[in-house]
């Protein structure tokens, strides 16, 4: 359970900004998301090999 204490005089705009971003980085909504379906150990290990293919050519390019 996230809890965002408000301070006083604080906008709520920011409040539900700073809930939005905590909200966020726990990952909650990725986490349901992938439990809706299953999905094979193999394929899984595939995604995630192109993603790290996919991150190392960018950095190569960012070198270049």
């Known amino acids: 359970m996230l809890i965002i204490p408000i301070k006083e005089g604080e906008n709520i705009d920011r409040a539900l900004k700073r809930f939005k971003r905590k909200f966020d980085r726990t990952g909650t909504m990725r986490q349901l998301r992938a439990r809706q379906h299953f999905t094979k150990p193999s394929v ?7 993603k790290a293919e996919y991150i190392q ?8």
């Open 44 to 50: 899984a290990r595939r995604a995630q090999i192109q």
């Open 57 to 64: 050519h960018l950095r190569e390019q960012e070198e270049i």
